[in-house]
């Protein structure tokens, strides 16, 4: 097909839309033409009606059927794969739901997929970072369709409101019979989530204990209304739980301020968060590579700036 249509696999919880949605369409915008947003979910109206209200989109197709209850890839697949032939380019945001469904996606349809591209230079060049961010390659595909994840930290939210999209019902795909939904532990956390949060405070190795990094950290995140994040050194220490690692293995962040507490800044740690706007090291050593990337940095013991700090907030 040669015009440029994008369908938006959302991300969703059958109620509403979640965040990443708003950055893929504002990637699949920048592909040029239309764009459709997929909302593969059961009973999920009101997600679908969410979609329609998003800025630059114009159609919402919404897929309702119990074997899209629970997301599973095999399934969400099936539909996505019913319509991608209506699609020059078909987006999902990388996280870890996109990042299953994607790849079925694109080997039955039999193109290479374009993985968390950070900018779209035009709607066949995109550009996506490597070796840990060091280095940025610029892709260009001849695929029919291009299937494309969208690391959301590189694009700007499209608006939630705004979008008067005709909502257009599909039948709902049934169930592959290839996997089964058994159960699911949710850590529930009154902070922020840590790729949507608006401030984070991350915690290293130097913190040197979990009961050290929730004495010291907790107050300073309580205090800003932040998430918590830390380095992969204190998450496999066991000071910090592993979904609150960030970097190149963990989760990539960038929110508007980011305060790293006793963490060095090795490549990988700055892999996750070096695009936050505005950043924060707090390190005793005056040589830590983590002040090579700082908008501010303070030279000091944490376990007397930290609570300083929080006293002064
Ligand atoms: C394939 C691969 C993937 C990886 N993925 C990740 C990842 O996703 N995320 C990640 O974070 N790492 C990752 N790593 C690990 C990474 O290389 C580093 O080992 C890790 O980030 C170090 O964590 P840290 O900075 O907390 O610890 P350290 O490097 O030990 O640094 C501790 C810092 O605390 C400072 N300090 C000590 N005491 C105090 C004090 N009292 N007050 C103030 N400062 C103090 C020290 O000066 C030092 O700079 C990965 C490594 C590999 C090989």
Not at 51 to 65: E, H, L, N, P, W
Not at 156 to 165: C, I, K, N, P
Not at 235 to 242: E, T
């Amino acid at each position: 097909m040669t015009a440029l249509v994008s369908l938006v696999v959302a991300e969703h919880d059958h109620a509403s839309i979640k965040p990443a949605t708003l950055n893929t369409v504002t990637a699949a915008l920048a592909c040029g033409g239309e764009v459709h947003v997929l909302v593969a979910g059961a009973n999920a109206a009101e997600a679908a009606k969410a979609a329609a209200q998003i800025a630059g989109v114009t159609k919402v197709i919404a897929a309702d059927s119990p074997s899209l209850a629970e997301n599973l890839a095999e399934n969400v697949a099936a539909q996505v794969l019913a319509i991608a032939s209506n699609y020059s380019h078909i987006l999902f945001p990388s996280t870890a739901n996109g990042k299953n469904v994607a790849p079925r996606v694109a080997a039955k349809l039999d193109v290479a997929q374009i993985s968390d591209i950070t900018k779209v230079d035009s709607p066949d060049t995109f550009e996506r970072p490597i070796y840990a961010g060091n280095a940025i390659a610029t892709v260009q595909s001849s695929d029919a369709t291009k299937v494309i994840t969208v690391r959301t930290t590189g694009f700007d939210a499209a608006s939630a409101t705004g979008g008067s999209a005709a909502i257009e019902t599909a039948e709902g795909v049934a169930d592959s019979g290839k996997s089964a939904f058994v159960g699911r532990e949710v850590t529930k956390s009154e902070r922020p989530e840590l790729t949507a949060a608006k401030i984070i405070v991350s915690g290293g190795r130097a913190l040197g204990s979990a009961e050290k990094f929730t004495e010291v950290m907790a107050p300073l995140a309580d205090k800003l209304n932040a998430g918590l994040g830390a380095s992969r050194a204190a998450v496999d220490a066991g000071y910090a739980p592993n979904d609150w690692q960030v970097g190149q293995t963990g989760k990539i962040v960038a929110p508007q301020l980011y305060i790293a507490a006793g963490i060095s800044g090795a490549i990988q740690h700055l892999a996750g968060m070096k695009d936050s706007k505005v950043i924060v090291a707090i390190n005793k050593d005056e040589e830590a590579p983590i002040f090579s990337v700082a908008d501010y940095g303070l030279v000091a013991d944490l376990f007397v700036a930290v609570p300083e700090l929080v006293k002064a907030l």
